[in-house]
């Protein structure tokens, strides 16, 4: 604790606040900088073309106004010392040298960064990033003056100066355009530098911290004066849940004053995560994920004074004031009260419950959202009555999304301390059933806070018993269900792993010519291959057949077995057909835990199938000595490199558990459905035929793909190169394994001896004829069988 500070006869109790500050603005502008020089640098890879064309032009018009061109270099070349130079002394004697320090630092950095960071690319690491920022000249890549003259513009914060700011970006363009017609720096490289100059210069504010202008309790002390509030004593005391300061305020007539003062530099603290949720979450919500301080001081103090003309028993809100530019406060009447948190759960009696459910009516009524329903929102007086605080994460004038969502995260808090059971009686005797049937389908984990979150991770069964206990009270009710995910994270995984598999398709497209491709291609092996992909489709069928022992007709289920290919452009290879078979099932009339556990039957015997023909095809092939493909050594590598995953998966309990629960969801009722088809030798025939022609009939359609480009492997070889292929595939997020499946056939068949033009070719007729070429066919028989009512 630092030494109490006196502002007249009022001594502030409060540690001594740090000179220097780590501002999480500066942290926030470093990532974006470094997000958008990432954007850029893809932009131009892949607008090459438009750039040396724009280039071009640039350079002819600058060669018609030469003038111009010399003019520009000489004030830019001067302007681009000189002004920085000027700041630098209006600075200094204004006794703010220590700014000037932090802009050199940045400088210093700046240059020796461009310069290594040059070096490298010069050296041939990223070639086609180093031609794109030289234009192939004998020139920087980064610009190392302009480097360091961006990162001190930035480490300085000139941009705060209006006068400078313009001063000192025109002289940077004027800078660049005298070196870009002089054909010293090109349009990317100069982007790229001054991206990187910001960059340098929001990490050097970042890293050495800024000045604290934070002001002090005497300063709050003294804008609580100005609002005619008598105070006799101040004292510092927790910080709130978003980092506010707050302090105990005495006052002169006896009554106390508790003020949370709002800094500036902390607006954007939590920014990440609230523009994850707000992109993330449908809740209707009206907030802004970036928040100027005085917007924050009107939202609660406005939510505040509708809290108390609802009637709710809220801290009343007595004075609100900004303390000059960098803070602002609010003060409420103080209440001694403890948190929710702290009372003991034996204590929360029916009684006590029935009161926060009514004071949540209160506010419900007249359409305010607390948004903060959990145990320190919730407080106690001394008589024990409810007070609700936190207003500042309230709304007012809110949709029935958000005030469904109060209910819900209220109900699922007071469940995880009283049980489901006596949080929903008590919430039905005060809300009425009805409110309730409105929010059970907002009972998910992503409408709940981040604490209540964590709480019912480890209490898995709280949900599931609200909504039993909702459902028992109101069983006739049907509510729509609610999506809140616009996206889930698994999403952007697929997204990002298809951007990949796209880049890397797209790279190998660029190495072969498709119309060698079609034109030099054996047809008879081509015909043979497509029949063979033909006959998978019709294999899946007869598997799936297989596997229930109710009768399903047999060219519907091919089609099917089409319609999801169709699916799998945008769905995994592992998700789609499951997905698509477990429908066809049900509309046929079979319950879902048996058309789940008859699918997941044909998956696990897909499984086996696929485990033990690998391993026969790799024991064949280690033991041919004629075979050109000998993956004895690579076998063993690769059987243990898998066995080395799973035992590391299976090490880590979070992903066990996550995996058992999965398994045990999808085979769980599995065994029964075996039994039921052991019964009958002739679905024992039709599952066992069909497993084993769906593998056989790909591995065929690849061995006359290799052939129709002149390859010559064993057919033990193919069959070994793709069952792996294909379990990588299948384990890839990409639709269709798009991506990971192209990557490891091609990869297999050059390690197996083929020629890496050639291998490319027979996969990307192999992948033309299995995935894509079914495509059509599969979107007409989803469509049909959509029409007809099978899907």
Same mark, same amino acid.
């Given at each position: 604790?630092?030494?109490?500070?006196?502002?007249?006869?009022?001594?502030?109790?409060?540690?001594? @606040?740090?000179?220097? $500050?780590? *501002?999480?603005?500066?942290? =926030?502008?470093?990532? #974006?900088? !470094? &997000? %958008?020089?990432? /954007?850029?640098?893809?932009?131009?890879?892949?607008?090459?073309?438009?750039?040396?064309?724009?280039?071009?032009?640039?350079?002819?018009?600058?060669? @018609?106004?030469?003038? $111009?061109? *010399?003019?520009?270099?000489? =004030?830019?070349?001067? #302007?681009? !010392? &000189? %002004?920085?130079? /000027?700041?630098?002394?209006?600075?200094?004697?204004?006794?703010?040298?220590?700014?000037?320090?932090?802009?050199?630092?940045?400088?210093?950095?700046?240059?020796?960064?461009?310069?290594?960071?040059?070096?490298?690319?010069?050296?041939?690491?990223?070639?086609?990033?180093?031609?794109?920022?030289?234009?192939?000249?004998?020139?920087?890549?980064?610009?190392?003056?302009?480097?360091?003259?961006?990162?001190?513009?930035?480490?300085?914060?000139?941009?705060?100066?209006?006068?400078?700011?313009?001063?000192?970006?025109?002289?940077?363009?004027?800078?660049?355009?005298?070196?870009?017609?002089?054909?010293?720096?090109?349009?990317?490289?100069?982007?790229?530098?001054?991206?990187?100059?910001?960059?340098?210069?929001?990490?050097?504010?970042?890293?050495?911290?800024?000045?604290?202008?934070?002001?002090?309790?005497?300063?709050?002390?003294?804008?609580?004066?100005?609002?005619?509030?008598?105070?006799?004593?101040?004292?510092?005391?927790?910080?709130?849940?978003?980092?506010?300061?707050?302090?105990?305020?005495?006052?002169?007539?006896?009554?106390?004053?508790?003020?949370?003062?709002?800094?500036?530099?902390?607006?954007?603290?939590?920014?990440?995560?609230?523009?994850?949720?707000?992109?993330?979450?449908?809740?209707?919500?009206?907030?802004?994920?970036?928040?100027?301080?005085?917007?924050?001081?009107?939202?609660?103090?406005?939510?505040?004074?509708?809290?108390?003309?609802?009637?709710?028993?809220?801290?009343?809100?007595?004075?609100?004031?900004?303390?000059?530019?960098?803070?602002?406060?609010?003060?409420?009447?103080?209440?001694?009260?403890?948190?929710?948190?702290?009372?003991?759960?034996?204590?929360?009696?029916?009684?006590?419950?029935?009161?926060?459910?009514?004071?949540?009516?209160?506010?419900?009524?007249?359409?305010?959202?607390?948004?903060?329903?959990?145990?320190?929102?919730?407080?106690?007086?001394?008589?024990?009555?409810?007070?609700?605080?936190?207003?500042?994460?309230?709304?007012?004038?809110?949709?029935?999304?958000?005030?469904?969502?109060?209910?819900?995260?209220?109900?699922?808090?007071?469940?995880?301390?009283?049980?489901?059971?006596?949080?929903?009686?008590?919430?039905?005797?005060?809300?009425?059933?009805?409110?309730?049937?409105?929010?059970?389908?907002?009972?998910?984990?992503?409408?709940?806070?981040?604490?209540?979150?964590?709480?019912?991770?480890?209490?898995?069964?709280?949900?599931?018993?609200?909504?039993?206990?909702?459902?028992?009270?109101?069983?006739?009710?049907?509510?729509?269900?609610?999506?809140?995910?616009?996206?889930?994270?698994?999403?952007?995984?697929?997204?990002?792993?298809?951007?990949?598999?796209?880049?890397?398709?797209?790279?190998?497209?660029?190495?072969?010519?498709?119309?060698?491709?079609?034109?030099?291609?054996?047809?008879?092996?081509?015909?043979?291959?497509?029949?063979?992909?033909?006959?998978?489709?019709?294999?899946?069928?007869?598997?799936?057949?297989?596997?229930?022992?109710?009768?399903?007709?047999?060219?519907?289920?091919?089609?099917?077995?089409?319609?999801?290919?169709?699916?799998?452009?945008?769905?995994?290879?592992?998700?789609?057909?499951?997905?698509?078979?477990?429908?066809?099932?049900?509309?046929?009339?079979?319950?879902?835990?048996?058309?789940?556990?008859?699918?997941?039957?044909?998956?696990?015997?897909?499984?086996?199938?696929?485990?033990?023909?690998?391993?026969?095809?790799?024991?064949?092939?280690?033991?041919?000595?004629?075979?050109?493909?000998?993956?004895?050594?690579?076998?063993?590598?690769?059987?243990?490199?898998?066995?080395?995953?799973?035992?590391?998966?299976?090490?880590?309990?979070?992903?066990?558990?996550?995996?058992?629960?999965?398994?045990?969801?999808?085979?769980?009722?599995?065994?029964?459905?075996?039994?039921?088809?052991?019964?009958?030798?002739?679905?024992?025939?039709?599952?066992?035929?069909?497993?084993?022609?769906?593998?056989?009939?790909?591995?065929?359609?690849?061995?006359?793909?290799?052939?129709?480009?002149?390859?010559?492997?064993?057919?033990?070889?193919?069959?070994?190169?793709?069952?792996?292929?294909?379990?990588?595939?299948?384990?890839?997020?990409?639709?269709?394994?798009?991506?990971?499946?192209?990557?490891?056939?091609?990869?297999?068949?050059?390690?197996?001896?083929?020629?890496?033009?050639?291998?490319?070719?027979?996969?990307?007729?192999?992948?033309?004829?299995?995935?894509?070429?079914?495509?059509?066919?599969?979107?007409?028989?989803?469509?049909?069988?959509?029409?007809?009512?099978?899907?």
């Amino acid at each position: 604790m630092g030494e109490p500070r006196a502002d007249t006869d009022v001594y502030v109790v409060e540690p001594l @606040l740090p000179q220097r $500050l780590r *501002r999480p603005s500066d942290l =926030l502008r470093f990532f #974006a900088t !470094l &997000v %958008v020089l990432g /954007a850029v640098v893809l932009l131009t890879l892949v607008a090459k073309q438009t750039l040396i064309g724009l280039e071009a032009d640039v350079k002819e018009g600058a060669e @018609l106004v030469p003038l $111009l061109s *010399r003019v520009a270099a000489f =004030l830019g070349g001067a #302007a681009v !010392l &000189v %002004v920085p130079t /000027a700041f630098a002394v209006e600075r200094v004697f204004h006794r703010d040298g220590l700014r000037v320090a932090e802009g050199l630092i940045a400088a210093i950095v700046g240059m020796a960064g461009s310069f290594l960071l040059g070096q490298w690319l010069v050296a041939g690491n990223v070639e086609d990033l180093r031609v794109l920022l030289t234009g192939n000249r004998d020139i920087e890549p980064l610009n190392t003056l302009l480097t360091s003259v961006v990162a001190y513009t930035t480490a300085v914060r000139i941009s705060r100066r209006p006068t400078w700011r313009m001063l000192m970006w025109t002289t940077i363009a004027l800078y660049i355009l005298a070196f870009f017609s002089g054909r010293q720096i090109t349009i990317p490289s100069a982007i790229v530098t001054v991206l990187v100059g910001m960059a340098i210069g929001y990490a050097t504010l970042y890293g050495v911290g800024s000045p604290n202008t934070r002001p002090p309790g005497s300063a709050v002390v003294a804008a609580l004066r100005k609002l005619s509030f008598q105070v006799v004593s101040a004292r510092r005391i927790e910080d709130d849940h978003q980092g506010s300061r707050r302090y105990a305020v005495g006052l002169k007539d006896g009554t106390s004053l508790d003020v949370t003062v709002l800094d500036r530099d902390r607006q954007v603290a939590g920014l990440p995560y609230r523009l994850w949720r707000r992109i993330r979450l449908n809740s209707e919500t009206r907030r802004r994920a970036i928040r100027s301080l005085r917007a924050e001081l009107e939202r609660e103090a406005l939510m505040a004074y509708a809290g108390q003309a609802a009637g709710a028993s809220t801290p009343r809100l007595l004075g609100t004031s900004e303390i000059g530019t960098e803070a602002a406060l609010l003060a409420y009447e103080h209440i001694e009260t403890r948190p929710l948190d702290e009372v003991p759960d034996n204590e929360i009696d029916d009684a006590l419950l029935h009161q926060i459910w009514e004071q949540v009516e209160l506010l419900q009524i007249q359409r305010l959202a607390h948004r903060r329903l959990t145990g320190d929102g919730i407080h106690l007086d001394r008589a024990g009555r409810v007070v609700l605080t936190d207003a500042r994460s309230g709304e007012i004038a809110a949709g029935d999304l958000l005030l469904r969502i109060d209910v819900a995260q209220l109900l699922t808090y007071l469940a995880l301390r009283v049980g489901p059971e006596r949080s929903v009686r008590a919430a039905a005797a005060v809300m009425g059933p009805d409110a309730l049937a409105a929010a059970m389908p907002l009972l998910q984990r992503i409408a709940l806070t981040r604490e209540t979150r964590a709480a019912v991770g480890k209490a898995k069964k709280i949900l599931p018993g609200i909504r039993e206990q909702i459902v028992a009270l109101k069983p006739q009710g049907k509510v729509e269900e609610v999506r809140l995910e616009r996206f889930r994270p698994r999403t952007l995984v697929t997204i990002i792993a298809s951007a990949l598999a796209a880049y890397f398709l797209l790279s190998q497209l660029s190495q072969v010519n498709i119309y060698e491709v079609v034109t030099t291609a054996n047809w008879a092996w081509s015909v043979l291959a497509l029949a063979a992909s033909f006959v998978s489709f019709v294999a899946a069928a007869l598997m799936l057949r297989g596997f229930v022992p109710e009768p399903l007709p047999l060219w519907r289920t091919v089609l099917v077995q089409f319609a999801s290919s169709f699916v799998k452009l945008v769905a995994p290879a592992a998700v789609g057909g499951v997905a698509i078979n477990t429908r066809y099932l049900q509309k046929r009339g079979i319950s879902p835990a048996s058309a789940v556990a008859s699918v997941g039957a044909s998956q696990l015997i897909m499984l086996v199938f696929h485990i033990a023909l690998l391993l026969l095809f790799a024991y064949i092939t280690g033991s041919n000595t004629a075979t050109s493909f000998t993956p004895s050594r690579g076998l063993v590598l690769a059987l243990l490199a898998v066995a080395v995953a799973v035992v590391g998966v299976l090490g880590v309990p979070p992903l066990r558990r996550m995996i058992t629960s999965r398994m045990r969801r999808l085979f769980g009722n599995v065994l029964p459905r075996l039994l039921d088809v052991l019964q009958s030798p002739r679905k024992m025939i039709e599952a066992g035929a069909g497993t084993l022609m769906i593998t056989m009939a790909f591995v065929v359609c690849l061995d006359a793909c290799v052939a129709a480009f002149g390859g010559s492997l064993s057919f033990t070889a193919v069959a070994v190169v793709y069952l792996t292929a294909n379990a990588i595939g299948s384990a890839a997020p990409t639709p269709g394994g798009l991506g990971a499946v192209e990557g490891a056939l091609a990869l297999g068949l050059t390690v197996a001896g083929l020629p890496a033009e050639l291998a490319t070719s027979a996969v990307l007729l192999h992948r033309l004829l299995t995935f894509w070429l079914p495509v059509l066919p599969g979107w007409a028989s989803f469509t049909y069988l959509q029409r007809h009512e099978a899907l």
